[in-house]
């Protein structure tokens, strides 16, 4: 059964918006860090245009990728802009694959919009064979504060935010997990475009301590690592 907030994804016009983004960003390179030179089968899920399958394509030119959408849209332009990708469109809480079909398992910058989480959790790790990565963006971040002052505009987009020990609670078990955070102060509450915003994230915001960005920043990335069966 499809979700209301899928639903949103995949019959409104809110992912044009994401053609205008830069393939390269300052969240990407945390995406990147979760695979492995050994990957060789990998899963973008939502993959959106496309913007992390081009990453990982460079960084991983060997590699055989497939990415899954809710939007068919989204889909069709992976498909002109991303050759040799696998892209399919379908429901995260549906993969349309075997068990522990890849070597490494991306859910970028999304998990926040899913409405069952504890459902598609188990659905990405039922697919991953090693690798398993997701991002969300946090409760307490200093934006949360900003817009709450009317500082920074609010989003009607179905959007579900966690704090590390509210996703520590979801993470399967199977898998062993590192978290870090990042971008203590996100892009839009500096009013910076994307390529100054990276600059300067490589600069400082990487210095900042971790103690400091899992508790405060905007984004948490979380990489496991399934444990060895015995």
Not at 90 to 111: N, T
Request: hydrophobic residues 45%; glycine residues 6%.
């Amino acid at each position: 059964m499809t979700t209301i907030a899928e639903r949103f994804f995949r019959d409104s016009e809110y992912w044009r918006a994401w053609s205008q983004v830069p393939d390269m960003t300052a969240d990407i390179p945390y995406a990147l860090a979760a695979l492995e030179p050994d990957c060789r089968m990998i899963l973008d899920v939502p993959c959106g245009r496309g913007r992390l399958l081009k990453a990982v394509s460079a960084a991983l030119p060997g590699a055989l990728l497939h990415g899954v959408d809710i939007n068919a849209g989204m889909i069709e332009q992976v498909r002109r802009e991303c050759p040799g990708v696998h892209a399919h469109v379908g429901s995260v809480y549906a993969l349309p694959f075997p068990d522990r079909h890849f070597d490494a398992v991306l859910c970028h910058e999304s998990f926040m919009h899913f409405e069952e989480p504890r459902r598609a959790l188990a659905e990405l790790a039922r697919v991953a064979r090693r690798r398993l990565y997701l991002s969300v963006t946090t409760r307490r971040q200093l934006n949360t504060l900003l817009r709450r002052l009317g500082l920074m505009a609010s989003s009607d987009v179905p959007h579900w935010t966690y704090d590390r020990e509210d996703i520590r609670a979801l993470l399967p078990r199977e898998f062993a997990w590192e978290i870090r955070g990042a971008f203590l102060l996100g892009r839009k509450a500096l009013g910076l475009g994307q390529a100054r915003h990276a600059r300067l994230h490589r600069l400082l915001g990487r210095r900042l301590p971790q103690w400091l960005l899992c508790r405060l920043g905007q984004t948490l990335f979380l990489y496991g690592t399934r444990r060895e069966e015995r």
